[in-house]
């Protein structure tokens, strides 16, 4: 049984979060991190691993750094790591993304017991579409927002949250699921993990690799495979201090009503 966890490296929007002048990110001048909602995931998979005895094989698509980061989600505890990174690559908006992630995943080879995994979404992009377009091309059933994850043979009874609630679901692997941070508090490197990450194995796959794939060609990846066009992008304005009232005295209440009347809000 294989568990397959998608972690995206992000800009670390927690620092100072540089722009260039055309209003795009300036990535190569920010720190990174694991994407947060990727850690829960790992956690995840090295839980069902405790259970199972899984292999847990961490995969990102992105630049050649990105090593570092898939060396430490393997200090954690994960397996095997493989980095799709290639030229032919860059510029995917979520579909082209998910795309090469798919056919990274067919090449890895998906059996009857295995799961994908992924985090809700990724704190740059925060469009939560490519957990879910991966199992669309895939043909597997997902579950989205998972909040518990339980396994009892090929069977997987899932709690995921909704705006007001929760539900549970119960699905066939192998499957996709995206996970947030409800689920677990993902654990730190250990030492022995730390020695052990550098001679566990560490694949790239470019488009030498995948190009097989009848998901790969040069329509449905890169820039030029990406249906995504961005013709705006700028920083919104910052909000004014606001206006404080306090007391819950008659006066105010009608004053409170007086200025939320003047701005037609009631
Ligand atoms: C026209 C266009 C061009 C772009 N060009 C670039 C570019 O050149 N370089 C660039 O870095 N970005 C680029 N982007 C942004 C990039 O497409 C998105 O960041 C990426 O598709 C993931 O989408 P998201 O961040 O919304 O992830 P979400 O859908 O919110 O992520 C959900 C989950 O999917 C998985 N996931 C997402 N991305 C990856 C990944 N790369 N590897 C592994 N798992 C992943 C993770 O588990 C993550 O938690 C471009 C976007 C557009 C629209």
Redesign the pocket.
């Known amino acids: 049984m294989k568990i397959i966890?998608?972690?995206?490296?992000?800009p670390d929007t927690s620092g100072k979060v540089a722009v260039n002048p055309d209003g795009t990110l300036n990535?190569a001048s920010m720190a990174t991190i694991t994407?947060p909602?990727?850690l829960n995931?790992v956690e995840a998979a090295l839980t069902l691993k405790e259970q199972t005895g899984a292999e847990v094989v961490v995969?990102?698509?992105?630049?050649p750094p990105?090593e570092g980061m898939l060396r430490e989600l393997m200090a954690r505890g994960a397996d095997r790591a493989v980095l799709?990174s290639g030229r032919e690559f860059?510029?995917?908006?979520?579909?082209?993304?998910?795309q090469i992630?798919a056919a990274a995943i067919n090449k890895i080879g998906l059996e009857d017991e295995d799961i994908v995994?992924?985090?809700?979404?990724?704190?740059?992009?925060?469009?939560?579409?490519?957990?879910?377009?991966?199992a669309e091309k895939l043909n597997l059933p997902q579950v989205s927002y998972a909040a518990e994850i339980v396994k009892d043979g090929k069977t997987l009874t899932v709690k995921r949250m909704l705006e007001d609630g929760y539900m549970t679901v119960k699905v066939s692997t192998p499957c996709l699921l995206?996970?947030i941070k409800e689920l677990n508090e993902p654990r730190y490197m250990s030492v022995s993990g730390i020695f052990e990450c550098y001679s566990k194995p560490y694949e790239v796959f470019d488009y030498e690799t995948l190009k097989d794939d009848p998901l790969i060609d040069a329509t449905t990846i890169g820039?030029k495979g990406?249906p995504?066009?961005?013709f705006k992008s700028f920083t919104p304005p910052q909000k004014g201090a606001g206006m404080m009232m306090e007391g819950a005295d008659k006066a105010t209440c009608e004053q409170l009503a007086a200025l939320l009347a003047a701005k037609h809000l009631i």
């Open positions: 966890v998608c972690v995206k490296q992000v990535r994407n909602d990727d995931a995969i990102s698509m992105g630049p990105a799709v860059g510029g995917s908006d979520t579909y082209a993304t998910s992630l995994l992924c985090g809700r979404q990724a704190i740059d992009g925060d469009t939560a579409q490519v957990g879910p377009q991966i995206t996970c820039l990406s995504t066009n961005i």
